[in-house]
């Protein structure tokens, strides 16, 4: 009698009315080999997946959030491009793209007083779920403009979108348990600020086991130079390796 699978492919039962094989029959392979600043890679494109964080209009819109408190936004855009770039290719390899981006309730019941004084500190200004001056958006708000991904990087139907209401992406949300189900265990990081919710959540991803490599040209802050400096350091020394779109476009030549 033929069983059925229940689940994803990387985390699926095979089911039948008398028995149930919980074995999980593993994914085939395919090994690649990376350049990073540090060390030479070798992994697997069937565990990897690219993490692009916070390509939102609220902090790389001239119109957004950032923008409307005097921040140029114009190293918070510097990603765009190569992004562009990169994300059609690895659609071609069937390499999963999670967007984790703010995304919060209207209601705000899950966001303390802490995270609203970071965008609201005078307790006076646009924070968290206020309009916009321009175009009266939402800061942050799920559905708003102000929290959708910039126009010229916009989601597609097979990638995987996740809200977050932290600066890391694991916080509240199911991001580990989609990548568990997935059977990924190598991620990519991108997005914005490299030094807050791309480190957050990259430290919070190391914490939790997963290999983690953070692609230099398509990230940015729009911090000082040395905390940049500071996050690339601090990822070649402790939590994973960095290395660049180029390269990973590279190495998928091997596939």
């Avoid at 990897?48 to 790389?60: G, K, T």
């Avoid at 966001?111 to 924070?127: C, D």
């Avoid at 953070?214 to 996050?231: G, I, K, N, R």
């Amino acid at each position: 009698m033929p069983k059925h699978s229940l689940g994803l492919p990387a985390n699926s039962w095979l089911v039948d009315e008398q028995s149930v094989d919980i074995t999980r029959s593993p994914l085939t392979p395919r090994p690649v080999s990376l350049t990073t600043q540090t060390k030479q890679l070798r992994l697997d494109l069937t565990k990897s997946a690219l993490v692009v964080i916070d390509m939102q209009n609220d902090f790389c819109h001239p119109d957004g959030w950032l923008a409307h408190i005097g921040v140029d936004v114009t190293p918070a855009r510097q990603p765009i491009q190569p992004l562009q770039s990169l994300l059609p290719q690895l659609r071609a390899v069937s390499m999963p793209i999670l967007w984790v981006n703010w995304g919060n309730r209207p209601d705000l019941l899950n966001i303390s007083a802490g995270l609203r004084h970071v965008y609201n500190p005078s307790g006076t200004g646009v924070g968290l779920g206020d309009p916009l001056p321009k175009n009266q958006a939402p800061v942050l708000q799920k559905g708003s403009w102000a929290a959708a991904v910039v126009d010229e990087l916009q989601p597609q139907p097979e990638d995987v979108q996740v809200d977050k209401f932290r600066m890391s992406g694991f916080w509240d949300t199911p991001l580990d348990s989609i990548l568990r189900n997935l059977g990924l265990t190598t991620l990519f990081f991108s997005g914005v600020n490299a030094d807050q919710c791309v480190m957050a959540t990259l430290q919070d991803a190391n914490f939790l086991g997963y290999d983690c490599i953070l692609l230099a040209d398509c990230t940015a802050t729009t911090s000082p130079d040395y905390c940049w400096q500071a996050t690339v350091y601090n990822v070649n020394q402790c939590f994973g390796f960095v290395s660049d779109s180029g390269e990973l476009l590279r190495s998928l030549s091997e596939v």
